[in-house]
């Protein structure tokens, strides 16, 4: 693992002036409303800048429109436009150090976690879908005698990407790949506590000279630039990832616009079910427990609730509590440290108040339940892992997405109940299960209600396999061919053989 650059992130950002980019140019923000950045860590301001209104967001818009329409991006040659793709990648790989860095500033995770989990799939992600420019084929259709029918999939236009604070580089590049190597422009639009890797990656792409003024478009801001992205009718699509309460926003912003297509990967509350039969224990708990409270338990897919079979409860729910009261917060740029802050004020204190609910609501507090108050933490957005045992599936902890290190242990004797329990949500993200029983593996993977599901090893990712939720936790999916679906329309050509 290379070493941090915080003395190259101070610097850049004492210089840093960038906050706006459209048409190939930074530009002069007219919104002026200040949005201060704090590094969740410290407690210390990172930078300030003014978010883009709504004018500033519509001048991005003209700019990626009149960019699609041009033929410098579409009628590139393909293995140009993949050529052009793949150094994106290139890019972050050779700026990996210093893009992690900021991402921990900005965000409170690891520096560990930044380096060695973001950054390579961010770079990677532009490898994978360059390889699709040339792959992604129509179909000849069987249609009567006499004509020929077959399909051509085109870009969609401009892409609004809006992504959120917990993986802000690698989830802004799972949309910016795909969407780029189909041949779209960009609008992207990060949450505004977690600008600076976005910042940086289009400053690469400027000074590199990487794709045509226009193609790829930076706003920043929060709710009032997302909003404008959503509404704005020189927009064709938003592909968003954030919670389930703003996806509801932007379905209907687009259908008060232009109905615009959406890809919405929303919010999760995963269940993960333990049977007594389960082959090698100990692994099992340290996966369950690695999968939850790695980046600070700020994940979509992360388990929330452990179902655990009457027999073997009391073990696994002791385990656990081991590992929690182990495992040390502090400074992201610590080697020692294995949880960062949680990223940043308002959530902190959501996650608080779920831990104040959960014990109102009786459930039973086996570790953690408050702030991390060791000398390492003091001045940071730092929660202890917290377990909440005895779990009652009508609890609000147990209902709601809290999307941070409180994790729910809950009871089951049956199969039927453990189904039932664990489909007992609104969310439809991902779950998972462990048995040693290749059948119910096999009954399980039809009964869950998730549009992932991880038998025998919780949280499994690989681009060549979709990601995303049914239920409320969203529509389309991303990674994969099936996120081309979403970057590209299909155009139905007739021809009949004698005029
Ligand atoms: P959020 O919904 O508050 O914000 C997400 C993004 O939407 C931000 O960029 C925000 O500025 C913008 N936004 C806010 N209001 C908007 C509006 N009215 N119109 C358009 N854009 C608007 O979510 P968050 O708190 O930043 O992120 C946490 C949520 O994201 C959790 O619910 C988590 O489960 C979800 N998430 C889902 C996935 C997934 O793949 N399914 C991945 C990561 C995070």
Known sequence: MEQPRLDWARDWLNKNSHTLYYGGEWRKPEGSTPFTSINPATGAKLWEFPESNAKDVERAAAAAKSAFHSAAWRDLSRAERATRVKRIGAVIREHAAELATLESLDNGKTYAESFVDDLPESADVFDYYAGWVDKFYGETCPVERGFL?????????????????????????????PALAMGNTVVVKPAPFTSLTLVRLAELIHERQILPPGVFNLVLGGGEAGQALSQSPLVDKISFTGSTATGGHIVQSAGKSNLKALTLELGGKAPVLCFADLKNPDAVIQRIFQATFSHKAEKCTEPARILIEESIYDKFAHALVEKAEKFRCGDPFAESTQQGAQCQKDHFDKILNYIRIGKDEGAKLLCGGERDSSPSAQNGLFIRPTIFGNVKQSMRIAREEIFGPVLCLQKFKTEDEAVQIANDTIYGLAAGAYTADNSRTHRLATRLEAGMVFLNHYGCYHFASPFGGIKQSGWGKEMAVHSLDGYTKTKSVWIRYEP
Do not use: H, Q, R, S
């Not at 999939?153 to 910016?176: D, H, Q, R, S, T």
């Open 149 to 177: 029918n077959y399909t051509v999939k085109e870009p969609i236009g401009v892409c609004g990407l809006i992504v959120p604070w917990n993986f802000p580089l690698l989830l802004a590049c799972w949309k910016i790949a």
